[in-house]
């Protein structure tokens, strides 16, 4: 019995999490704060949810009073975005990645994981986790990025803004927060104003929910900051308190990426200032060269002819070999 109402639970958020990724939402006019003018661009090809599922053992009290044991419903919640246009790279926070261990964004295969922090990182603290439980980390850093196996379909990355904020800037944050009524998981924005940065870091932005519909924002971390104007990312949102949202600056984000898959920081942050546009004949027909990158991953790069895209081609992403592991997907 307790099996069957697992496998219907599982069927449930299996049809809840498709129709999440279908809709949008948005804050109503009742919500938002009087001075913002809604947008019509909602960004659902660019931020996607994260969600993990895992069956954990416990104990509850039975029919006869007695604890027995059960079988319970572990779920975490997060949020990512595309990182290059063609959205084979995932960007989220670090504690997202280490809580929710997805091992597919939206069907696609992760098949290779980043991260920008770790408990032994210089700077590391004891964060609290939403679940009660306690992640070291260094939150000015308190980024991951996924590998997946195959580009998503019908989405695609934005334009990053290395600009200086301004105090009072306006700003939307974009996620997928798990709502406190509806189980459905939709994309929402929460308008914003720059408050300014932190002694840790952080960049610190003025939120206001909604009080006739409320609202947790837990579940968006890793969502994105846009620039109201100029809709460029100018953060990555990594925490909330009722009032203040943090987010993680560009900055440290294209660090990260330049150490490792610097190729793939070039090509998506060559039009921001400080990084240099990738040559044109960066990949040359024919050539191939094997480097390593950080944390022993190879990859096999700079150009291929046509016969061996076929071979990569045939080449399926769950192969255990690296190489082919880390080429999949290439075009």
């Not at 980024?143 to 934005?158: K, V």
């Not at 929460?190 to 006739?212: E, H, M, N, V």
Request: net charge positive; charged share 20%.
């Amino acid at each position: 019995m307790i099996l069957r109402k697992i496998i219907l639970f599982l069927i449930a958020s299996s049809c809840l999490s498709h129709i999440a990724a279908a809709q949008t939402a948005f804050p109503s006019s009742t919500s938002l704060h009087p001075s913002v003018v809604e947008r019509t661009h909602d960004f659902s090809d660019v931020v996607v949810p994260i969600t993990s599922l895992k069956i954990v053992p416990s104990v509850k009290l039975g029919i006869t009073g007695k604890p027995g044991p059960s079988l319970g419903i572990d779920t975490n919640y997060g949020t990512g975005f595309c990182l290059d246009a063609r959205c084979r790279f995932i960007v989220t926070n670090y504690h997202v990645a280490m809580t929710a261990r997805a091992r597919k964004i939206k069907g696609e295969k992760i098949i290779h994981r980043y991260f920008a922090t770790a408990s032994d990182d210089k700077g590391a603290t004891a964060n609290p986790l939403p679940n009660g439980g306690v992640l070291p980390f260094a939150m000015s850093r308190d980024l991951a990025m996924f590998e997946l196996c195959d580009p998503l379909p019908h989405h695609h990355g934005l334009t990053f803004s290395l600009d200086e904020l301004e105090v009072g800037q306006e700003v939307d944050i974009y996620g997928y927060p798990k709502g406190i009524l509806n189980p459905v998981r939709k994309l929402t924005r929460f308008p914003a104003k720059f408050k300014g940065p932190t002694t840790s870091g952080l960049l610190a932005f003025d939120y206001q929910l909604s009080a006739d519909q409320p609202v947790r924002i837990g579940g968006a971390s890793g969502g994105i900051v846009v620039d109201r104007e100029t809709e460029k990312i100018v953060g990555i949102l990594n925490g909330t308190t009722e009032t203040v949202a943090l987010a993680v600056p560009v900055q440290t984000l294209v660090d990260f990426v330049s150490k490792v898959q610097p190729f793939v920081a070039q090509r998506v942050f060559s039009t921001i200032n400080g990084v240099s546009p990738v040559s044109a004949d960066l990949y040359p027909k024919f050539s191939l060269a094997l480097i390593t990158i950080q944390n022993s991953y190879q990859a096999l790069l700079l150009g291929y002819s046509t016969d061996l895209r076929k071979l990569l081609k045939s080449k399926s992403c769950g192969s255990k070999h690296k190489i082919w592991r880390t080429v999949c997907g290439i075009t």
